[in-house]
């Protein structure tokens, strides 16, 4: 069975600095693998996915992530966070017409 | 632009009372999900439907219940409300067809006192 895991469950950075979220996740079969983010009060949003082909895959707010078959690794990176991308992040893979989340983690952005 | 809307943003229900959650996805698509969502833990699927009045257990089913008569709408049942089923309750929808993307609303927060 498909599983996920962020290891990090907060992760304070300050503005401007770069970031990392980890993501790692178990299978046995191919993945679609998506970052999800979520603002304080609201429902999760679509950051990022990958399919197929190129292994870095890019959202349209400067987020990034790289597919690693070898290392079962899907790390969400940043390399200068704002005040605004302060939410929770949230690594899912598929499994059989629906998609197993992580735990999440807290992005917290410090002035 | 995909919308998956909620009845309530916010919700506070007595202990015993049962409780409707709603759900509604305009964008055709043939699965629907409920989640629960709780500090620390994540999203957690309690139930899914991948077709009108066809439903799956997820992986915390007990206490809740589910239906689904038309396909753009998905409810969630509390039997008989408790206090351990305070939390933020969201609703998520895709197609079958697709590359398993899931579309959310905005989320309610129920809290059972």
């Known amino acids: 069975a498909q599983s996920v895991t962020q290891l990090d469950s907060q992760v304070p950075v300050f503005e401007e600095a770069p970031v990392e979220l980890r993501c790692n996740y178990s299978?046995?079969?191919?993945?679609?693998l998506f970052w999800y983010v979520q603002y304080p009060n609201q429902g999760l949003q679509l950051l990022l996915k990958?399919?197929?082909?190129?292994?870095l895959v890019e959202s349209i707010n400067g987020f990034e992530a790289e597919f690693n078959k070898s290392q079962t690794s899907f790390h969400l990176r940043k390399p200068s966070v704002h005040i605004s991308d302060t939410a929770e992040y949230f690594c899912a893979v598929s499994a059989t017409n629906k998609l197993i989340f992580g735990t999440g983690t807290l992005l917290a952005v410090q002035p | 632009d995909v919308k998956v809307t909620q009845s309530s943003r916010y919700l506070v229900k007595r202990t015993g009372e049962k409780v409707f959650l709603e759900c509604v996805q305009d964008m055709d698509h043939e699965n629907m999900f409920w989640y629960r969502q709780d500090p620390g833990l994540g999203l957690r699927l309690i139930y899914f439907?991948?077709?009108?009045?066809?439903?799956e257990k997820g992986d915390i089913p007990e206490g809740y219940s589910v239906s689904r008569e038309k396909k753009e709408r998905f409810s969630l049942i509390l039997e008989s409300a408790s206090t351990n089923q305070t939390s933020m309750y969201l609703c998520?929808?895709?197609?079958?067809?697709?590359?398993?993307?899931?579309?959310f609303g905005p989320g309610t927060r129920l809290t059972v006192t």
């Open positions: 998520a929808s895709s197609s079958y067809s697709g590359d398993y993307e899931q579309y």
């Open positions: 990958y399919l197929s082909g190129s292994t």
């Open positions: 439907s991948y077709d009108v009045k066809m439903k």
């Open positions: 299978s046995s079969v191919s993945v679609y």
